[in-house]
């Protein structure tokens, strides 16, 4: 138990246990968002524009089993998308 915790009510320690789970599912939805931004950005430089690489990142692939690059990267599989991206050619 935290030295904070020790001197705060039961209510305040639900508030500040409260505050963690949300600073932690912040920060996972960060992670989620650069790895998105990442992949995205891989598809834009590869078929030269934003409108392309959005329209890939949420297309069914065959060679996802017809899952699109989003999935994936929303699944954590973020080094499978970057490989999908950089097989790209414009």
Known sequence: MAL?????SKDEQGGIA????LRARFEQQSRKAQAYYTVMHEARQR????????AWMNAPLASLDGRTPAELVGDG?????LAQARALKA
């Not at 904070?4 to 705060?8: A, G």
Request: glycine share 14%.
């Open 47 to 54: 078929l030269g524009g934003d409108d392309a690489a959005h």
């Open 77 to 81: 599989r973020v080094d499978e998308a």
């Open 4 to 8: 904070y915790n020790f001197y705060m």
């Open 18 to 21: 409260g505050l963690d789970a």
